[in-house]
């Protein structure tokens, strides 16, 4: 499994471990197997349509195979990034800055699908030959794959000592995943020992981006991502 070291500002560096091409094809086998079912499903459920004419066959056939066509879209966009595959093998799209791809990137490596997937497999052979395992669709939206799985249990990474009396500022922090946590607590560090004020101020807009912030209550980035990390813990903790 390679490496993908992600750069912030100020050339702080973040590193993940790339999903391998044998796991990507895996999910990619697991979803196909759904979509597969789906359509012997839709073939035994509607066979009464065949004695239709030709044109009504082919508009009904049509719109039940959007499913298909649409599944890793619509899975990957409300998932943030997983489809059943992929969560099933623990992977999933990112941007390559390390945060949550938009409906935008989606949708250009869902249509890069067409050069990837049908003809000869192409992506599978040039994620073989890249460094960070990116297909053609993932270097078109500048995406790539990660693996979620860690050798070292990712609570030992994220964990914050919090008071018995302490209270949460911003419930929201629960849209974020673990390693989301991780990636952010370990910029953070980084950035705040080396004084990296703008990585901090990105850093902070993407929080509040991602986790849908309308007011921030603290006075500086440095208070804001402390807040971020122990609202997180003091949630999932209590999950």
Do not use: C
Request: avoid cysteine.
């Amino acid at each position: 499994m390679s490496e993908l070291q992600i750069n912030t500002t100020q050339n702080v560096k973040i590193t993940f471990n790339a999903a391998g091409a044998g796991e990507r094809l895996l999910a990619f086998i697991i979803d196909m197997a759904i979509k597969i079912g789906y359509m012997l499903v839709l073939n035994w459920t509607f066979g009464a349509f065949d004695n239709m004419d030709q044109w009504s066959q082919i508009a009904i056939n049509t719109v039940l195979s959007f499913p298909v066509m649409l599944y890793t879209l619509v899975l990957e966009s409300v998932l943030q990034g997983q489809t059943i595959g992929k969560r099933i093998l623990k992977i999933r799209v990112v941007k390559i800055d390390g945060y949550q791809a938009s409906f935008s990137d989606y949708v250009v490596r869902w249509f890069f699908r067409i050069v990837d997937v049908y003809i000869f497999g192409l992506g599978f052979f040039v994620m073989l030959f890249n460094k960070k395992a990116q297909r053609i669709g993932d270097m078109a939206a500048g995406t790539a794959v990660i693996a979620l799985k860690n050798n070292v249990n990712i609570s030992h990474t994220i964990l914050e000592n919090l008071k018995d009396n302490y209270k949460p500022t911003y419930p929201n922090v629960i849209k974020l995943s673990d390693n989301d946590a991780r990636i952010i607590k370990e910029t953070f560090q980084v950035a705040r020992v080396a004084r990296d004020y703008q990585t901090l101020i990105k850093l902070r807009q993407k929080i509040i981006e991602v986790v849908g912030i309308k007011t921030v209550i603290q006075s500086n980035d440095v208070e804001f991502i402390d807040v971020i990390l122990k609202d997180y813990n003091f949630y999932t903790q209590s999950m």
